[in-house]
């Protein structure tokens, strides 16, 4: 650009040149005629016009040489700045990279300032926490260790539980009882315990519980150990030592598996027995009463058991348990006969079936229980289904018991021919299979029946869980003994076969969560049997009286023996005819360990009511156990079924027992 412009600026000066001399003679001829003889004019030479024109050439030459130079200088000058130019904008461009490096920096500077504050403050929290968990983790390492909540072995937790008690019982009318009351002996007004009071103080029913559990693989393996002091030994006393023996509660295995299916077997609660979730062994809502008998109406047993439970996601669940049977046996009447030796002293008394033993001392059974040990048949069958939508607990029970006992159908037979002055027509019983007067085994068999019923339970909270109502009760046919009262399951005909009464039993519950230390409970419950009475019972009783030395000589031997016949009699649970006659006439002891009964009272129970007032109020509760107290107060009536004396009289008798206890308790509970 710069050479172009230099030589378009040589033309024009070039020209200038040239074009001056030429303009110059234009004008001189203008104004004078030209010269025919231009050197006669004082023209002046060529010589020296060239050498003008040199001259003329070398001073453009030379004002083009400055010029150059000028345009060189200015070149250069233009060089430079731009040059300062590129070196300004470069360096502007490098200040604003590094205004913009330094804004960046700076704001990133400031996050990362803000995020080192973040991560030091994140640091110091941490720290801190972490110097706190550790802490706790020691304290927690040192409490385990110095207060371990499990005994660990070979992989095993095992867990002690239980409490200690110092409890005491007052009664109105005395049951000659511990601190569990046997509710259906509660005394009629005849009953020489119905005219006095007794106070009991104990510390038998202290508990002694030890839980183990472990896993193999996804299952969970339990065995649970119950025990408490309300058994008696032959060295039992209530003396000085008072020795009573350790019992078992209970005492079961379990394997729990992942899929819901649970099997457990050994002595536990009935599946009948109401559970706060679920099926699940331990989950057990029993009544909050010191009476270790509980309530009237409640439904439960501590029985061998063997289940099957399958849980379905914790709403629903359904079980299936065998366990042990037994019967009990109650009413009155029955077919016997009874032989007394007056000389001896000594009384046989002869039936027509036997339903249970008293147990075998060799065989590890009781033999001093007089209620007796059935031959069972079969085990009680009980499946249940319990459900928990989200609001309360619901259960549906069903129970299967099967009974047995043996029949003599010539067992209770005789004749009264032999008499001194036998009547016209001698009374006689034969067997109805051979005739014979001769009680024997003859068609002897076994009578089989089968028996059971239903039940439910339910139990909501109210007034955000301060609240639960509880409502349970069950009805059947031989399944008395699944209620806290123990009303009887059978009865036995004239024959001899088993007649099963149909019971029922029902309890109310309210119990109030006053605050975290303090319950209070109020119940309600009652059990009822109806009439199974029948009529046609025969009674035969023998009297050998020995023969008096004067008369020995005589023919008269067979004087000595007396036959008396009871005939068309009514028996069986509850008869309408039962003579009730001495229910409120008190008789004097047979001796002094054994109060009397009062005098004939027949009145089989109909109905048992118990309502109860009580609360528990925890002094101290904590990691290291707690202590606690409570009282209870129970009001009960009893009262029995209606009879006319056999009919002496159309107005039937009908007898009723009233009692009031009270119960103290306080208690330490291991953690």
Same mark, same amino acid.
């Given at each position: 650009?710069?050479?172009?412009?230099?030589?378009?600026?040589?033309?024009?000066?070039?020209?200038?040149?040239?074009?001056?001399?030429?303009?110059?003679?234009?004008?001189?001829?203008?104004?004078?005629?030209?010269?025919?003889?231009?050197?006669?004019?004082?023209?002046?030479?060529?010589?020296?016009?060239?050498?003008?024109?040199?001259?003329?050439?070398?001073?453009?030459?030379?004002?083009?040489?400055?010029?150059?130079?000028?345009?060189?200088?200015?070149?250069?000058?233009?060089?430079?700045?731009?040059?300062?130019?590129?070196?300004?904008?470069?360096?502007?461009?490098?200040?604003?990279?590094?205004?913009?490096?330094?804004?960046?920096?700076?704001?990133?500077?400031?996050t990362e300032v803000a995020a080192v504050k973040n991560e030091v403050t994140d640091l110091k929290t941490n720290a801190t926490s972490t110097v706190l968990s550790l802490q706790e983790t020691q304290k927690n390492i040192n409490s385990a260790i110095e207060n371990p909540?499990?005994?660990?072995?070979?992989?095993?937790?095992?867990?002690?539980?239980?409490?200690?008690?110092?409890?005491?019982?007052?009664?109105?009318?005395?049951?000659?009882?511990?601190?569990?009351?046997?509710?259906?002996?509660?005394?009629?007004?005849?009953?020489?315990?119905?005219?006095?009071?007794?106070?009991?103080?104990?510390?038998?029913?202290?508990?002694?519980?030890?839980?183990?559990?472990?896993?193999?693989?996804?299952?969970?393996?339990?065995?649970?150990?119950?025990?408490?002091?309300?058994?008696?030994?032959?060295?039992?006393?209530?003396?000085?030592?008072?020795?009573?023996?350790?019992?078992?509660?209970?005492?079961?295995?379990?394997?729990?598996?992942?899929?819901?299916?649970?099997?457990?077997?050994?002595?536990?609660?009935?599946?009948?027995?109401?559970?706060?979730?679920?099926?699940?062994?331990?989950?057990?809502?029993l009544p909050q009463t010191i009476d270790s008998q509980y309530q009237v109406g409640f439904s439960w047993e501590r029985q061998y058991g063997f289940r099957v439970v399958k849980d379905f996601g914790g709403k629903f669940a359904l079980g299936l348990a065998v366990e042990?049977?037994?019967?009990?046996?109650?009413?009155?009447?029955?077919?016997?006969?009874?032989?007394?030796?007056?000389?001896?002293? =000594?009384?046989?008394?002869?039936? @027509?079936?036997?339903?249970? $033993?008293? !147990?075998? %001392? +060799?065989? /590890?059974?009781?033999?001093?229980?007089?209620t007796g040990y059935s031959f069972n048949k079969t085990p009680d069958i009980i499946v249940k289904a319990a459900a928990d939508p989200g609001y309360g607990h619901y259960e549906l029970f069903g129970v299967l018991s099967t009974f047995r006992n043996r029949v003599y159908?010539?067992?209770?037979?005789?004749?009264?021919?032999?008499?001194?002055?036998?009547?016209?027509?001698?009374?006689?019983?034969?067997?109805?299979?051979?005739?014979?007067?001769?009680? =024997?085994?003859?068609?002897?068999? @076994?009578?089989?029946?089968? $028996?059971? !019923?239903? %039940? +439910?339970? /339910?139990?909501?909270?109210?007034?955000?869980?301060?609240?639960?109502?509880?409502?349970?009760?069950?009805?059947?046919?031989?399944?008395?003994?699944?209620?806290?009262?123990?009303?009887?399951?059978?009865?036995?005909?004239?024959?001899?076969?088993?007649?099963?009464?149909?019971?029922?039993?029902?309890?109310?519950?309210?119990?109030?969560?006053?605050?975290?230390?303090?319950?209070?409970?109020?119940?309600?419950?009652?059990?009822?049997?109806?009439?199974?009475?029948?009529?046609?019972?025969?009674?035969?009783?023998?009297?050998?009286?020995?023969?008096?030395?004067?008369?020995?000589?005589?023919?008269?031997?067979?004087?000595?023996?007396?036959?008396?016949?009871?005939?068309?009699?009514?028996?069986?649970?509850?008869?309408?005819?039962?003579?009730?006659?001495?229910?409120?006439?008190?008789?004097?002891?047979?001796?002094?360990?054994?109060?009397?009964?009062?005098?004939?009272?027949?009145?089989?129970?109909?109905?048992?009511?118990?309502?109860?007032?009580?609360?528990?109020?925890?002094?101290?509760?904590?990691?290291?156990?707690?202590?606690?107290?409570?009282?209870?107060?129970?009001?009960?009536?009893?009262?029995?079924?209606?009879?006319?004396?056999?009919?002496?009289?159309?107005?039937?008798?009908?007898?009723?027992?009233?009692?009031?206890?009270?119960?103290?308790?306080?208690?330490?509970?291991?953690?």
């Open positions: 650009m710069r050479r172009t412009m230099a030589a378009a600026l040589t033309v024009i000066i070039v020209f200038s040149a040239f074009a001056a001399p030429a303009q110059q003679a234009a004008t001189n001829s203008n104004s004078k005629p030209r010269s025919k003889n231009p050197a006669k004019a004082g023209a002046p030479s060529v010589s020296d016009q060239l050498k003008t024109m040199q001259d003329s050439i070398q001073a453009q030459q030379q004002e083009i040489r400055q010029l150059m130079k000028q345009l060189q200088s200015r070149d250069a000058e233009l060089q430079q700045l731009q040059q300062q130019m590129n070196q300004v904008q470069s360096t502007a461009s490098q200040a604003q990279q590094k205004a913009d490096s330094a804004t960046s920096a700076t704001a990133q500077q400031q909540l499990a005994i660990h072995y070979k992989g095993i937790s095992i867990t002690p539980g239980g409490f200690v008690a110092a409890e005491t019982v007052s009664r109105q009318r005395a049951t000659e009882a511990d601190i569990n009351t046997p509710f259906n002996s509660i005394p009629y007004p005849g009953n020489a315990l119905s005219n006095i009071s007794e106070n009991a103080f104990t510390a038998r029913q202290s508990r002694l519980a030890l839980l183990a559990e472990s896993k193999v693989g996804s299952t969970k393996l339990t065995g649970y150990w119950e025990a408490d002091f309300l058994g008696a030994g032959v060295t039992s006393n209530n003396r000085q030592s008072n020795s009573y023996v350790l019992r078992q509660r209970i005492l079961y295995a379990q394997a729990a598996f992942q899929s819901g299916w649970t099997l457990t077997g050994g002595q536990q609660w009935s599946l009948a027995t109401e559970t706060r979730k679920g099926i699940t062994n331990r989950q057990e809502v042990g049977p037994q019967a009990t046996i109650g009413g009155r009447g029955f077919s016997t006969i009874t032989t007394t030796n007056v000389g001896t002293a =000594s009384v046989t008394t002869t039936g @027509n079936a036997f339903v249970d $033993g008293p !147990g075998s %001392g +060799g065989g /590890l059974y009781n033999f001093a229980d007089t159908p010539c067992g209770v037979v005789g004749t009264n021919a032999n008499d001194t002055a036998p009547p016209a027509t001698p009374t006689t019983i034969t067997c109805a299979i051979n005739a014979s007067t001769s009680p =024997s085994s003859v068609g002897a068999y @076994n009578d089989s029946r089968t $028996g059971g !019923g239903f %039940g +439910g339970n /339910l139990r909501v909270p109210l007034f955000t869980k301060k609240l639960d109502f509880a409502l349970q009760g069950a009805a059947g046919d031989g399944i008395g003994r699944y209620g806290s009262a123990q009303l009887a399951d059978i009865t036995l005909r004239p024959d001899g076969t088993q007649a099963l009464i149909r019971t029922a039993h029902a309890l109310g519950e309210l119990e109030y969560h006053a605050n975290r230390k303090l319950d209070i409970y109020a119940y309600f419950g009652g059990e009822y049997a109806w009439r199974t009475a029948y009529q046609g019972y025969d009674s035969i009783t023998v009297t050998k009286t020995p023969a008096i030395p004067a008369t020995a000589t005589t023919t008269a031997i067979p004087a000595t023996i007396t036959t008396a016949f009871k005939l068309n009699q009514y028996g069986g649970y509850g008869s309408p005819f039962a003579n009730n006659s001495g229910c409120s006439t008190e008789n004097p002891p047979s001796n002094q360990l054994t109060p009397s009964g009062g005098g004939t009272c027949a009145g089989d129970t109909r109905l048992i009511m118990e309502g109860t007032l009580g609360f528990w109020h925890k002094l101290i509760q904590g990691d290291k156990g707690g202590l606690r107290w409570g009282i209870q107060y129970s009001y009960f009536t009893r009262s029995g079924w209606s009879g006319n004396n056999a009919g002496a009289s159309a107005f039937g008798i009908s007898p009723k027992a009233v009692d009031n206890m009270v119960w103290t308790s306080f208690r330490y509970y291991l953690p």
